[in-house]
């Protein structure tokens, strides 16, 4: 199995508990943790180290032409991919978060995180319109009134 096909599996469990089980309990507990999108930057690293190299020379000077064939490679492509994919986890996750702040419907929240999966960019857009018509809740106040 390659670090492409590896990728996208170990971000299933977070994106089930976010769009299918967004009110359960242990849900906002484990997406709360930035650590989440660490299993798919171990599929990054491990796409990335056989190239690091001539990757980090790219990244360092980066040409149209030398970016185009470092992605034509197996190893360069399942790189990018799980960056996409780490990056597209952090952006849902922070979408989730901040969505059950505001109070922000499921109904509403779960389609529009798994457009997040598909094309994150529209997604991040939709959102921030979205979450202009939804205010995070006052704090509750836990002293006496005078």
């Known amino acids: 199995m390659t670090w492409f096909a590896i ?30 999108v660490l299993p798919v930057l171990v599929a990054y690293f491990g796409a990335v180290a056989p190239i690091l190299p001539d990757f980090a020379a790219e990244m360092l000077n980066p040409d149209l032409d030398g970016v185009r064939t470092l992605l034509s490679s197996d190893a360069g492509t399942s790189a990018v991919w799980a960056q996409v994919l780490a990056w597209d986890l952090f952006i ?9 702040e505001r109070n922000i419907p499921a109904l509403i929240m779960s389609p529009l995180l798994i457009l997040t999966i598909l094309l994150s960019p ?13 205010r ?11």
Not at 123 to 134: K, P, Q
């Open 7 to 36: 990728a996208f599996p170990l971000t299933v469990p977070f994106w089930a508990l976010m769009i299918l089980l967004p009110k359960w309990g242990r849900t906002s507990r484990i997406i709360a943790s930035p650590l989440i």
């Open 92 to 100: 849902g996750r922070w979408m989730y978060l901040d969505g059950r």
């Open 136 to 146: 995070k809740a006052a704090p509750e106040t836990t002293g006496k009134a005078s």
């Open 122 to 134: 529209f997604a991040v857009v939709i959102y921030l319109g979205l979450r202009t018509f939804y």
